[in-house]
């Protein structure tokens, strides 16, 4: 008896410990959004605009690019790879974003690619089946991974025409935040 008297209490300890760890989740995903939580440091960071470091990748030509090639127009520089689940939910609302805006923003959506679960013949095949059209480059060389010290991704840069960079976000995305920074970036 004894001992299924420590089982019961075990199973409903573990349930109270999920449930509070689910409540807490969805409070914090709620009530704190990317936006919200870089808020607070934001007049500070726009009166200082940092220089965007340069990178090399590869572009789907085999050739390689320095991020530096598209100053003098602004751009968004989103770091992906297809095993990331939000980074590949957030994909269709970055190509339609470039289907609209491609006129006014360079986008570069590089993909992290190490040669072993991202191969540059499977995140083109990926790309080609989802019918996505945004320019695609390949970091396969590490240099940005390296430069931006990427240790979570989906990561997103938007940078002015001048090459600095506006704002900054790690993790996915909302649509909305996505199309606001875009209208600032052309209005700057």
């Not at 999920?18 to 808020?39: C, D, H, M, R, V």
């Not at 986008?107 to 679960?117: A, G, H, R, S």
Request: glycine fraction near 4%.
């Amino acid at each position: 008896m004894k001992k299924y008297l420590k089982i019961i209490i075990f199973v409903v300890v573990f349930i109270l410990i999920i449930l509070i760890a689910t409540i807490g989740y969805n409070f914090l995903n709620k009530n704190f959004t990317p936006e919200q939580i870089t808020s607070e440091n934001k007049t500070e960071y726009q009166n200082n605009l940092k220089k965007a470091q340069d990178f090399e990748v590869i572009n789907i030509d085999g050739n390689k690019v320095k991020l530096s090639d598209f100053f003098g127009k602004p751009i968004v520089v989103n770091f992906w790879a297809t095993w990331c689940g939000p980074c590949k939910s957030e994909l269709p609302e970055f190509d339609e974003a470039y289907k609209k805006y491609s006129n006014d923003i360079q986008f570069l959506m590089v993909n992290l690619t190490d040669e072993y679960n991202d191969t540059v013949e499977n995140v083109k095949t990926f790309v080609k089946k989802e019918k996505y059209e945004f320019p695609l480059y390949f970091d396969a060389l590490y240099s940005a991974s390296n430069t931006y010290n990427l240790y979570s991704i989906p990561q997103t840069l938007f940078i002015n025409k001048e090459g600095k960079i506006v704002k900054a976000y790690t993790g996915k995305i909302s649509n909305q935040i996505l199309q606001r920074h875009i209208q600032e970036l052309i209005n700057s």
